[in-house]
């Protein structure tokens, strides 16, 4: 039995995420420990196609979820399901597939056991992750960005959002997967345009070369756009047509383009810290958290750094691997809402491809 120093029995919650490409489980105590954190990765499943097909990725997590959930169990050291105080699934948003395989099975496992079930919002899952790996307090300032998301939200509470910004087309991993594909990088795109643009010996050379747009800059909202710059990308290499272009090439566009993205970001952070200081106007040092896949990358990362520096904020970022989908950031949320004696859902609650943070109780 894990204790923790008082002589307690830990409270223990599994965590299960299926909403894209990785299978995960995860268990978690309410000391923020990580007793179990299991990824299986589809990536070399999806990167023939160039990006996740849901069919292809709801057949794998069937495939792997039951073996993951028993591995999870015996890192854990933990015997039967009957010791774990509750399980959290993603219940979405994400691809209705996947998503409906993780609940399938957590709901099994809370049914057989008898044990109280979180429906876990993916994007609540990111936003709450910095509160197990670095202890952040609330309200803070979130950058949600990843694959399919680019939002800015202010974190009040648990269950208590507000969205500043949003995308309004392309989300800005997807930019970054797009991007990869039409300059031939492969998958995921992420990955391979930053080790791409890390080649560019002369950003600023690179800047001039391959002109491209910084859309919403300089405009007094936080929302986003992406759709310019992925259009922009598709007509370099058209003019230089991609057969042509050397490595060196392809790393100046790549370079290019993180700069158009980094100085995006910045100009709209800086509009939401704005509006967060009116809302909190005598709160020393908030935290300016990072979350997401996108959240991965450097250049990124050091530009927030920068904004969060030069508005004193605190720069937050979970550890890279807890950044993109994982297991933990699920069991986190869950065991979140059972300390805070949030009631646990009924066994028949719905999973949904499109589930808004704001909507989230």
């Not at 039967?80 to 409906?100: C, H, K, Q, R």
């Not at 993780?102 to 496992?109: P, T």
């Not at 936003?127 to 803070?140: C, H, I």
Request: hydrophobic fraction near 45%.
């Amino acid at each position: 039995m894990v204790q923790n120093k008082n002589g307690k029995a830990k409270m223990k919650v599994l965590g299960i995420e299926s909403s894209c490409d990785e299978t995960a489980v995860a268990i978690v105590t309410d000391t923020k420990e990580i007793l179990a954190n299991l990824i299986f990765s589809q990536v070399d499943e999806h990167a023939l196609y160039g990006g996740v097909v849901p069919e292809v990725a709801a057949r794998s997590h069937m495939k792997h979820i039951t073996a993951l959930t028993k591995q999870a169990m015996l890192d854990a050291n933990i015997t039967d399901f009957s010791e774990l105080d509750a399980v959290a699934v993603t219940a979405g948003p994400g691809l209705i597939g996947g998503v409906m395989v993780g609940a399938m099975m957590a709901k099994a496992i809370a049914a057989v056991h008898g044990l109280p079930i979180y429906a876990i919002n993916h994007l609540e899952g990111h936003a709450l992750m910095a509160r197990m790996s670095n202890d952040v307090a609330f309200p803070y300032l979130l950058l949600l960005a990843s694959g399919g998301h680019s939002q800015i939200i202010i974190v009040h509470d648990i269950g208590q959002y507000t969205c500043l910004g949003t995308t309004k087309d392309d989300a800005m991993g997807e930019c970054f997967d797009k991007t990869a594909k039409l300059i031939g990088l492969g998958y995921p795109g992420g990955v391979m345009v930053e080790k791409m643009a890390a080649k560019c010996s002369d950003i600023d050379t690179a800047i001039k070369e391959f002109i491209l747009p910084k859309p919403m800059l300089g405009r007094d909202n936080c929302d986003f756009s992406f759709s310019g710059l992925k259009t922009a990308v598709r007509r370099q290499v058209e003019i230089k047509q991609i057969e042509n272009m050397s490595d060196e090439e392809k790393s100046m566009l790549c370079a290019s383009f993180q700069h158009s993205v980094n100085l995006v970001v910045k100009d709209r952070l800086k509009n939401a810290i704005i509006q967060f200081r009116k809302i909190f106007p005598n709160m020393d040092s908030p935290s300016l958290v990072v979350s997401g896949g996108v959240a991965a990358n450097k250049t990124l990362r050091q530009g927030l750094k920068e904004v969060a520096t030069e508005h004193d904020f605190q720069f937050t970022a979970p550890p890279i691997e807890l950044c993109t989908d994982n297991g933990v950031m699920i069991a986190w949320a869950g065991m979140e809402r059972l300390l805070a004696k949030k009631p646990a859902d009924k066994l028949d609650f719905a999973v949904v491809p499109r589930w808004p943070l704001e909507s989230v109780v």
